[in-house]
């Protein structure tokens, strides 16, 4: 007679947290590759330029507000997985991060800089939620700058990364419209999400079998 091994308490809590852990490696793909695709695509973005935020704009703004909320959400059940891994300040600084995406979301940015098409060129009219949008993205970003400062595994890929990420944050809050500076806080986000996947990737299969 064949007999199922009984699924603990503990089995059971780590299956969740490899569940949620996946959320991490899902997150950067959304929001890199759904920007990337209307920044390819929107009439009147250049991604050398405009910073993805807005794409909240205009007629097909939905998409990227949508791609804020929905990525943000997977940034929090990351989080939640990390700090139930081992990783607790990491997990919720993360979560804090996710959180501050779902607010961008909410908050839209204001059109600025020509576009959407029509804006005029220039920072244009400021608005609450402009700045409620402005306010979410900084406190998210400097959260999860430190949470891969406190990482406590890859430590060394981990502060490489968050420091990478705030220097490039650093160079798109100066105001400067660069088109180094925004590709290169393009290339920060890419760096950032990247490490959330790797970390809870290490996190994930360090819970495998258990």
């Known amino acids: 007679m064949t007999t199922t091994a009984a699924v603990t308490p503990e089995i059971r809590a780590n299956r969740v947290t490899r569940s949620l852990l996946g959320y991490g490696v899902l997150a950067g793909p959304l929001y890199v590759g759904v920007s990337v695709a209307q920044a390819l695509t929107r009439d009147g973005f250049d991604i050398t330029r405009h910073a993805w935020s807005l794409l909240s704009n205009g007629s097909l703004g939905w998409l990227q507000i949508t791609n804020f909320i929905l990525t ?10 990390l700090a139930r891994a081992g990783g607790r300040w990491t997990g919720r600084l993360v979560g804090v991060f996710g959180l501050s995406m779902v607010a961008a979301g ?36 400097l ?18 990364s968050g420091t990478v ?18 590709l290169g806080f393009v ?19 360090g819970l495998s079998g258990q």
């Open 72 to 81: 943000g959400l997977m940034v929090v059940a990351a989080g939640v997985g």
């Open 106 to 141: 909410v908050l839209r940015a204001d059109p600025a800089q020509g576009f959407p098409a029509g804006t005029p060129d220039g920072v244009g009219e400021v608005t609450w939620h402009g700045v409620g949008h402005l306010v979410a993205g900084a406190i998210g970003f």
């Open 143 to 160: 959260c999860v700058a430190v949470a891969a400062w406190l990482s406590p595994v890859l430590k060394l890929y981990s502060r490489l």
């Open 165 to 182: 990420f705030l220097l490039a944050f650093a160079g798109i809050a100066s105001g400067a419209a660069s088109p180094l500076l925004v």
């Open 187 to 205: 290339a920060g986000v890419v760096v950032i999400f990247t490490w959330l996947a790797v970390v809870s990737i290490r996190w994930y299969r």
